[in-house]
Structure formats: structure tokens, C-alpha cells
């Protein structure tokens, strides 16, 4: 698997002789160090205060940013994080895809993943839920209720029911093609995920222009739309 595990400790520990697994976990009670993770699970504000917030999870990608999903009625800002332990600033957001770019500096990933490539992902592939089974995939949705998708995204057959928004799906060699999205209104084992592609495409906006530049609308998948 193309994953870094990261983890830190505490000067002091080190310069004191102590080596080893040992000196990581008096470290790790010493200094305080959170406990790694492989996601972050974290919430958007709601747009009815009255409704409460859907949880998501974030993961983290080589550069360290963290990478999640807006979901249908909730508003892009700084995310929090579960358990009340404070917010992870939003660097970027693309309306179309509600994918979302966070600052990961302030949060121990447990593990940094490698983009790869979308675009293998042929009806019958197979991938790999970060943290739980295989699942696969029966093919590309460009339409829904009649219209173009703005982005077209991949449809998942799941063993069992999705996993939440943001959750990224893995290919053989442990590399991210593609990030978890919305279930499919009627269809508990059956779900949508947005190809990895778009993960770049968001970098790329804000390497060049500091934001995330997009026109489309986004479409919200709905049950009963004709």
C-alpha cells in the first residue's frame, strides 16, 4: 500500500536515550499526542440549525491537506471535528462536486494517501473501502432525473451499505481513485462516489489561483426524480 504512517513524540524522550516503541508510547502519554487515525470524522454546519449536522470523514492526502465531501444541505466552512475537539480550517470548496479541501496541519493523520488514476475504473473493478471490504464497480452515472450530471460519477455496489461521505476507496496498490459520495436513494447496498480526478482538478485550482475556480450547478441526487 502507497500510505505514509506518520506519528510524533516528544523531543525531550529522545534526547534522553530512550529508543524504540517503548519511548513512542511514553511519549505518546507524556506529551499528549492524539491518536493516529485513518480518517478524521468531522461535521459542515447545517443549513437548518434545527436539522443538525450529517457526520462525514476527511482523510489526508501527501501534501498533508485533508480531503471530504459538503454534503446536500450544509454550508462549506471550517469543519468540526467529532467530540467537540475544535475545527479544521477550509482551504477550498468546488460547488459542483461539494468536494472539500482542508488545512490538515493541525491534525495527526494516521495515514497519508497517494492519489492514483480514476480512469482504470471499468464496470466489474474491483476497490477497496479504506478500512472495511471490497466493493465494486458497475459503471459510470452521467444522468440523472433527465439531466447531465456536471461531473459524472462512479456507481458502487457495496456489500453492505455505503460507507459515509468522504470515505476513500482504494485501489490495489492503496492509492485514493475515488472518495465516497451519496447512497442511492432507494438502494441500501448501492452508492456514488466521485472520481479521484477531481481531487486534482480542486489542487490544481488552488495552486494556480488560490481558489477553487467552477460555473456549473451542482445537482443534488434525490429519490423520485423522474
Known amino acids: 500500500m502507497r500510505a505514509v504512517a506518520v506519528g510524533r513524540w516528544c523531543g525531550r524522550l529522545s ?12 511519549a505518546a502519554g507524556m506529551c499528549g499526542m492524539v491518536a493516529a487515525s485513518e ?3 468531522l461535521s459542515f454546519a447545517a443549513v437548518d440549525e434545527g436539522r443538525g449536522a450529517e457526520p462525514v470523514v476527511a482523510f489526508a492526502v501527501m501534501d498533508g491537506r485533508m480531503v471530504s465531501v459538503v454534503l446536500p444541505g450544509h454550508r462549506a466552512g471550517p469543519a468540526r471535528r467529532a467530540g467537540g475537539r475544535g475545527e479544521i480550517p477550509l482551504l477550498g470548496h468546488d460547488p459542483v462536486s461539494r468536494l472539500a479541501l ?3 496541519s493541525a491534525v495527526v493523520a494516521g495515514t497519508k494517501y497517494e492519489l492514483g488514476d480514476s480512469r482504470v475504473l471499468k464496470p466489474g473493478a474491483m476497490v477497496q473501502v479504506a478500512g472495511g471490504a471490497q466493493a465494486r464497480v458497475t459503471g459510470w452515472a452521467r444522468r ?4 447531465v450530471l456536471p461531473v ?8 453492505a451499505v455505503p460507507p459515509r461521505a468522504g470515505t476513500p476507496l482504494l485501489d490495489g496498490a492503496g492509492r ?8 442511492e436513494p432507494g438502494r ?4 456514488y462516489a466521485l472520481p479521484v480526478v477531481v481531487v486534482a482538478r480542486v489542487l490544481a485550482d488552488l495552486e494556480r489561483d488560490r481558489k477553487v475556480v467552477r460555473t ?3 445537482v443534488t441526487l434525490r429519490e423520485g426524480a423522474d
Open 188 to 191: 441500501k447496498s448501492v452508492g
Open 39 to 41: 480518517f478524521v470524522e
Open 216 to 218: 456549473w450547478l451542482c
Open 144 to 147: 440523472h432525473g433527465g439531466r
Open 152 to 159: 459524472s460519477l462512479l456507481r458502487v455496489n457495496y456489500p
Open 102 to 104: 482542508l488545512d490538515g
Open 15 to 26: 534526547r534522553a536515550g530512550l529508543r524504540g516503541v517503548s519511548a513512542l508510547w511514553l
Open 176 to 183: 485514493v481513485v475515488a472518495i465516497g459520495y451519496q447512497a
